[in-house]
Structure formats: C-alpha cells, structure tokens
Nanobody, 123 residues
Framework: QVQLVESGGGLVQAGDSLRLSCVVS????????MGWFRQCPGKEREFVAGISWNSGFTLYGNSAKGRFTISRDNAKNTVYLQMNSLKAEDTAVYYC????????????????WGQGTQVTVSS
C-alpha cells in the first residue's frame, strides 16, 4: 500500500520561506508523477506544482510561478516544494499526490494523497 507523508509546514511571516517534503513508501517512487496541491476550508483543492518521474517536466499553477520550486530525490523517495516570498493568501493545507504518468493540474487524476501539512502565513 502506498503511503505519502508530508512535513515542513508551519507558521511564518509574509516574505518568509518554507520547504515542504513528502516521503513516499510502499511502492517504487521513481515511476510516479508527483503533484503538490493546497486547500482552504470550503474551497476546492488547488494545483500548485507537479513534477515528472525523472524531473524532466515540471508544471506550476499561477499562484506558484516565480516563487515556488518543485523538486524530487528518487533516492530518498521524496518530493519537495520550496516556497519563497510567502504571502498571506498562501495559507492552506498543502497535500502531495501521486499518479502514474505526467503530472496534471486535475486533483481527481491523482491516485493517492498524503494527510496534508498546514502552512499559515501571517501578514
């Protein structure tokens, strides 16, 4: 059974940086495309960034472009999201998801999810 565990969230001030991590276990990590999404209460899950199995393809949502960077280390079964210049509107629970194939912006196409990590940015 595939498991995903996110970490690295917390309370920061506007302009600060955070790096989120997502460790995958229970399956060969390197075959999966990975994505980061975020969700606020009462809203749909929003695509943030995605990365292909070999890091050859990355995709970013509009909110992430120019500030966030997704990367992965297949030797550590881990995908990262480096978030810089954080804003109050980045406050959300951040989830990582995996799927076979290239990353996509559609949350419904991801097969498994982690439990999420809370990011709170104070202004």
């Amino acid at each position: 059974q595939v498991q995903l565990v996110e970490s690295g969230g917390g309370l920061v001030q506007a302009g600060d940086s955070l790096r989120l991590s997502c460790v995958v276990s229970g399956h060969t990590f390197s075959v999966f495309g990975m994505g980061w999404f975020r969700q606020c209460p009462g809203k749909e899950r929003e695509f943030v960034a995605g990365i292909s199995w070999n890091s050859g393809f990355t995709l970013y949502g509009n909110s992430a472009k120019g500030r966030f960077t997704i990367s992965r280390d297949n030797a550590k079964n881990t995908v990262y999201l480096q978030m810089n210049s954080l804003k109050a509107e980045d406050t959300a629970v951040y989830y990582c998801g995996l799927r076979t194939g290239v990353p996509t912006t559609r949350a419904s196409l991801y097969a498994s999810w982690g439990q999420g990590t809370q990011v709170t940015v104070s202004s």
